[in-house]
């Protein structure tokens, strides 16, 4: 009989730690409520004591989900851990996760604390926490540069004192896969109580093997993977859940372990969790990609049709990869509108956001008369459905771009209901636009990234449009969608600005 791996997501936590990727309350909900779909064991939701907002999307989170564990992250101090266990009050199923760094330049650098003051610690943490829930995860950060002898003893002391996930981190993706395997399986031989705790790994991308290391670990006993969707996470990201959830599903042959994860749900979570990060998903990644499953060459082709395993070791299907069909057009009802949207694992929370969410589908309707469950999934991330505190709104624009002649756009735009119209020009109908909007706001962000794609075939394709601006330091990014690019580029830009427009002030975990 094979061990059960657990999947413990942090795209709420970890993933959105990377700059840009902020999501708001009601976005975290929608997201955990589509890891639960595809059944997740824990959802790492966030950090309390971050600040209001953070405590707030956790309790949400906690108050929303109901079959997945939901787990809040806190230092090893004694306000972040009651904060943690304040924000999971109304969860079905809690964790606190605390963790203390251990490696020595950690300690003495960032911490400067002794050897024993991190022990003693990471012990109070844990006792601390275990008042709140009776499932406590420690984690000795930067375990993967941290001496062996000293995890053994911390994580020993740890399980003593009620820890019952112990969580080793390649913190700055500095490991190597048979190096970590390793490091997993001297420690499970050697920490006499090891059997007491589920070991759990979290690895990060710096040098591109958390997957990799991850799947090591697994292979020497690791039972809980932590992992994000997409890979999103600090600077390079985490290991990929459907990267990890494939591996071993697709490999049982190595692993004596499986997960519970529904894998249909994957690519709709993917396409969820970088519709509201504008993080896009590049085209070669495993799994998800748009070409992961696109056989382009005749030789392939051919042999994929006499018989699919000759190139496809895993089936598109298994992972909720659909024919992109046509599904619904400018006759259909809300309810065939509702309905396909569940099929998709869509659901709305009001019939105010479904109203709404429908109008856009009948507009768009109009503009393109076969809508795909692409443009379905683009649509309900779209602005018009999101909570994001709309100061500012696109009353109209205007764009001309003619040869021979300069680019100008005329932008009409509310803010906090009072409407300003301004003329600009520029190198192209975008540039013209996005002037024209910088001199009504006058943000003085400066835009890192500019990127557009065609969210299905054809010329009549809606284009997706991710920008990211950056103003002291802090990083936002917006996103839209229309089969008008200019505007399309238009709405993500006003989209940033509003996130930008609301104040943030948020503690980060690890500085
Ligand atoms: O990378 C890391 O070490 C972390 C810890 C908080 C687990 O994210
Ligand atoms: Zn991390």
New binding site residues.
């Given amino acids: 009989m094979s061990d059960k791996l657990i999947i413990f997501d942090?795209t709420l936590?970890?993933g959105e730690?990377s700059p840009g990727a902020s999501m708001t309350k009601d976005e975290k909900v929608r997201i955990a409520k589509s890891l639960e779909r595809m059944k997740v064991d824990v959802i790492e939701a966030g950090f309390p004591i971050a600040s209001v907002g953070d405590f707030e999307a956790v309790e949400a989170v906690a108050n929303a989900i109901t079959d997945s564990r939901i787990c809040a992250?806190s230092r090893a101090l004694g306000g972040d851990i009651d904060r943690a266990g304040e924000a999971l009050r109304g969860a079905n199923a809690s964790r606190i996760?605390t963790?203390i760094?251990t490696s020595p330049i950690h300690m003495e650098m960032k911490l400067r604390m002794s050897p024993d003051q991190v022990v003693e610690n990471a012990v109070k943490a844990v006792k601390r926490a275990r008042q709140y829930t009776d499932d406590v995860e420690f984690?000795p950060?930067?375990?993967g540069r941290s001496e062996p002898d000293f995890l053994c003893r911390i994580l020993e002391a740890v399980i003593d004192a009620g820890g019952t996930t112990l969580?080793i981190?390649?913190?700055?993706g500095y490991n190597l896969p048979n190096q970590f395997g390793e490091l997993i399986h001297t420690l499970r031989e050697r920490i006499p109580n090891s059997d007491k705790a589920i070991f759990s790994v979290?690895c990060?991308n710096d040098l591109g093997l958390a997957v990799a290391n991850s799947l090591s670990a697994v292979l020497n006993g690791a039972r809980q993977v932590?992992c994000t969707i997409n890979g999103l996470?600090?600077r390079a990201g985490?290991a990929a859940l459907e990267e990890v959830v494939m591996a071993v599903r697709t490999r049982q042959d190595m692993f004596s372990c499986d997960t519970d994860i529904d894998t249909t749900q994957i690519l709709t979570a993917s396409r969820l969790v970088s519709g509201i990060t504008g993080f896009a998903v590049q085209p070669n990644k495993a799994i998800v990609g748009a070409n992961a499953f696109a056989h382009e060459s005749g030789i392939h082709q051919d042999g994929v049709l006499k018989n699919r395993e000759t190139y496809e070791i895993m089936r598109a299907e298994d992972v909720g990869w659909h024919t992109n069909r046509m599904v619904l057009g400018k006759h259909s009802g809300r309810n065939a509108f509702r309905t396909r949207l569940e099929e998709l694992g869509i659901s709305f929370d009001s019939e105010a956001d479904l109203n709404a969410a429908f109008k856009r589908f009948k507009e768009l309707a109009d503009k393109k008369h076969e809508i795909f469950d692409a443009d379905l999934q683009a649509l309900v991330t779209d602005t018009s459905t999101r909570e994001v505190d709309e100061r500012i709104r696109l009353v109209s624009l205007l764009a001309h771009s003619e040869t021979g002649e300069t680019p100008r756009a005329i932008v009409t735009l509310s803010i906090d209901g009072g409407e300003q119209k301004i003329e600009s020009t520029g190198g192209g109908p975008v540039d013209a636009a996005f002037k024209a909007v910088e001199k009504i706001v006058q943000s003085q962000t400066e835009l890192q990234l500019y990127s557009v794609s065609n969210i299905t075939k054809g010329t009549d394709s809606q284009g997706e449009v991710n920008v990211r601006l950056e103003k002291g330091g802090r990083i936002v990014s917006g996103q839209g969608s229309d089969t008008d690019i200019v505007t399309a580029s238009v709405k993500a830009y006003i989209q940033a600005l509003n996130k930008m427009l609301v104040p943030s002030e948020r503690a980060h975990?690890?500085v």
């Fill in positions: 942090t936590r970890d730690q992250l996760h963790f760094a984690s950060e930067d375990a969580n981190p390649d913190t700055v979290h990060h932590e996470g600090e985490n975990p690890q």
